[in-house]
């Protein structure tokens, strides 16, 4: 072998060493995340807490399915489905470039958080504003908890 070989070899070894340890001291939260979808899709059939409780979607609705519809290069229908999707892939590989290729920190990565956060919410408020009540992820679903609750109250 070359030396390039054990370069790349070493490099390749490195950052695949940061992905385990990370994993491995996150992985109590890894395992209560995997709980928690496993509870939301067969306990609740809904993937969203907000959608199981209210029935309303949340500013991340569709981000999944969108995801989903970007692997199967779907763009556009991805876009419509929830157009965070771009900024969230761009920032999840700006972070794990930074992470494990450079094995930095991604400077700034707290307000870029905030910056996503925050055009998440204005596009969620816009989105409610001009499509809702619509098409998936902007429709309400009366399987939700609230509204099983308010029908048995005023039933009565």
């Keep these: 072998m070359s030396e390039k070989d054990h370069s790349v070899k070493e490099i390749v070894k490195k950052i695949a060493a940061r992905i385990w340890k990370d994993l491995f001291q996150y992985r109590t939260a890894l395992f209560a995340v995997a709980v928690y ?3 939301m899709h067969v306990g609740c059939n ?3 807490p907000s ?3 209210t029935g309303f979607p949340c500013p991340a609705c569709g981000l999944t399915r969108a995801a989903r519809l970007l692997f199967c290069a779907k763009f ?3 876009y419509r489905m929830n157009p965070m999707i771009y900024p969230m892939i761009f920032f999840l590989c700006a972070f794990f470039f930074y992470r ?5 920190k991604l400077p700034h990565v707290a307000a870029w958080g905030a910056v996503l956060l925050i055009a998440c ?10 499509q809702f009540p619509g ?14 609750i308010l029908d048995r109250i005023y039933r009565r």
């Design 135 to 148: 098409e998936a992820p902007m429709g309400y679903y009366r399987e939700n908890l609230l509204y099983k």
């Design 76 to 78: 556009a229908e991805a």
């Design 46 to 48: 809904a993937g969203c």
């Design 100 to 104: 494990y290729i450079l094995g930095r």
């Design 51 to 53: 959608v199981c409780l």
């Design 37 to 39: 979808f496993l509870f």
């Design 121 to 130: 919410i204005v596009i969620y408020i816009y989105r409610m504003l001009t």
